[in-house]
């Protein structure tokens, strides 16, 4: 039984004057110390019981309401289902069986095949995948989803410190099974709902000039040129490297300069219906053409596998390590090529609706978080932040 803070003689005349507070809280019984009233800040009294089950795993479960239900009939159906315990019936899962309420190992694939699959790209899939693997489902996968407590889910976030952007993202992956739960009439809650997520630090990392020439030059020295060649393709454009990962040379009209991103490359995409029409500027174009004579390749995947030229790369990794570290630039990220763009193009002078319309922004508020002052131009963004490249790539050279 977890360590009970209060503990009282639980009566009529007790639980009614127990006041709500700013968040819930548990009163336990000394005489069935299973037995416990959980007072809501919104004053409802709920009664409940604390037990095992067979397997050793921790339950707390409700099962009646203050004044609907006497402390001393609450008290008496919690030392029966102490007692059914022990003969190994389980009451409360009888319930949710006839009920249908499902684990939340069975609600995640649910969420996977109804949700995830159909309106996520394929790495967001995978990211929540591995929250689910790694976090979510050691704590709560063998719950049925209305005993999962706002308490427990507090309590599993704090203990979550080492990565606090990783528990975070777990805690709204939890948060969004939740609320399709609700949606399915299956739970009236979400316990997820007011929970503080970790601080997180801005990450967002922009080189100097001086830098940028540095990170080609080691670009340019390194010898995985597929993978080169997709940096400097998300550095004329400011894709994503998902976009870049599973790129086809059919997305791409080489003549007339263009890359049309398909909805399912498109974080989000699928479900918002989304693409995006991406201007090259000559130097990207020359680029891949080079990257073409170089693979020999000019169908299927722009850059696959090593290993299965059917299937698409699955990162670049290995190449990004070594390039940050022959650069210097330990705390260079791939996303920051995204941000070093879009700060390039707001020096340039072109405009947040411009740049937002080139890396496929919905809101101009996403946007609004790189720049530092705005400007106008009529031109594309690609092409002024090319002319920048440009020059970082003739230092290297001279």
């Given at each position: ?7 009282e ?7 009614e ?5 700013e ?5 336990w ?8 009233v ?16 067979e397997?050793?795993r921790?339950?707390k479960?409700?099962?009646?309401r ?8 609450a ?12 003969r ?12 249908g ?9 649910v969420?996977?095949?109804?949700h ?27 719950l049925s ?24 993202r ?18 009236e809650?979400?316990?997820?709902k ?10 967002e ?14 670009i340019g ?11 400097e ?11 870049a990962l599973?790129?086809?040379w ?6 007339k ?5 398909p909805?399912e ?6 479900r ?14 020359e ?10 390749c ?19 990794k290995a ?8 650069s ?48 106008t ?8 932040v ?13």
């Amino acid at each position: 039984m977890p360590n009970a803070k209060r503990r009282e003689k639980l009566t009529k005349t007790m639980v009614e004057k127990l006041q709500p507070e700013e968040k819930e809280f548990t009163v336990w019984d000394i005489e069935v110390k299973s037995f416990f009233v959980r007072v809501l800040p919104s004053g409802t009294k709920s009664f409940g019981v604390f037990y095992r089950d067979e397997r050793g795993r921790q339950h707390k479960r409700s099962f009646g309401r203050f004044p609907d239900i006497r402390v001393s009939d609450a008290r008496e159906k919690a030392s029966f289902v102490r007692s059914d315990i022990k003969r190994g019936y389980d009451q409360f899962e009888e319930q949710n069986k006839k009920r249908g309420i499902p684990s939340l190992s069975d609600y995640w694939t649910v969420y996977l095949n109804d949700h995830a699959k159909p309106n996520k790209a394929a790495r967001s899939v995978q990211e929540d995948e591995s929250l689910w693997k790694n976090r979510l489902a050691p704590t709560f996968g063998h719950l049925s989803l209305d005993e999962i407590s706002k308490a427990s889910v507090r309590r599993w976030h704090k203990s979550e410190p080492k990565r606090f952007t990783a528990a975070n993202r777990a805690l709204m992956l939890l948060s969004k099974m939740m609320n399709m739960a609700i949606d399915d009439e299956l739970i009236e809650r979400n316990p997820c709902k007011g929970i503080d997520h970790f601080p997180e630090k801005a990450r967002e990392y922009v080189p100097t000039k001086a830098e940028l020439q540095k990170f080609y030059e080691a670009i340019g020295a390194d010898q995985d040129r597929g993978a080169a060649t997709m940096t400097e393709l998300l550095f004329y454009t400011g894709g994503r490297r998902g976009e870049a990962l599973n790129a086809t040379w059919k997305e791409f009209d080489l003549d007339k300069g263009v890359w049309i991103v398909p909805a399912e490359h498109i974080k989000n995409g699928k479900r918002l219906k989304q693409r995006i029409r991406r201007r090259l500027p000559p130097a990207a174009v020359e680029l891949l053409r080079e990257w073409q004579y170089e693979s020999g390749c000019s169908s299927g995947y722009v850059f696959p596998s090593l290993t299965d030229p059917n299937k698409p790369r699955y990162d670049i990794k290995a190449f990004w390590n070594r390039v940050r570290k022959r650069s210097g630039l330990s705390e260079f990220r791939t996303h920051d090529i995204r941000h070093t763009f879009a700060s390039l193009a707001l020096e340039q002078g072109y405009s947040l609706a411009q740049i937002g319309a080139e890396l496929g922004h919905r809101s101009p508020q996403t946007t609004l978080r790189y720049a530092h002052r705005d400007f106008t131009s009529a031109n594309s963004p690609a092409s002024g932040v090319a002319e920048v490249l440009g020059m970082a790539i003739k230092a290297t050279d001279s």
